[in-house]
């Protein structure tokens, strides 16, 4: 990955941790992931990403971005991180995403998820958006259903709460 798109990413970390109200993510209040390693946390959201990723239930194309790290907003860098992963997920049948987003809305909550916002974004498109917080895992989810691309695909944002490395260790 180029510079210049390890910065995008980077950035786009920044404003969908700042976006997501989840696990009580907004602003300065990011919640406490624990402590813990940068492999082990990135392993962790992984395994949400994929937990999110198996709930939605189509198959199709997904695109390969992997878990990037950023920074804790008020915390010591070196010392403190969170993780984020974002991925696309274009369907092998376009007619999959019919009633997808209602489904989750509705399924989420049995497996331990919150939903805290299920509206249009602001964009011109009006997008349907889904956000929701598991406080147990201490991760939030951030589901858009880009309904009029072409052809129509769900981007997925997973950003975990502000990790602490274990005592005498930096952020790698």
Not at 28 to 42: N, R, W
Not at 52 to 80: F, M, N, Q, R, Y
Not at 155 to 162: K, L, P
Request: charged share 20%; proline share 6%; glycine share 10%.
């Amino acid at each position: 990955m180029n510079l210049t798109r390890l910065g995008a990413a980077a950035l786009l970390a920044s404003l969908t941790l700042t976006t997501l109200t989840g696990c009580g993510m907004s602003g300065d209040k990011t919640p406490s992931a624990g402590i813990s390693g940068t492999d082990q946390a990135i392993d962790a959201t992984k395994g949400v990403s994929s937990e999110i990723h198996d709930l939605i239930g189509l198959e199709g194309s997904t695109t390969k971005a992997g878990v990037i790290t950023d920074e804790c907003p008020g915390k010591d860098p070196e010392t403190h991180f969170s993780t984020f992963h974002t991925w696309t997920l274009t369907p092998a049948a376009p007619s999959g995403l019919d009633g997808v987003m209602e489904r989750l809305k509705t399924s989420m909550p049995g497996l331990g998820w919150e939903v805290v916002g299920f509206e249009p974004d602001t964009s011109r498109n009006r997008n349907l958006t889904l956000t929701a917080d598991d406080d147990a895992e201490k991760h939030s989810v951030k589901i858009t259903y880009w309904a009029k691309d072409e052809p129509p695909k769900l981007n997925v944002s997973v950003v975990s709460g502000c990790y602490q490395v274990p005592e005498g260790e930096t952020v790698e």
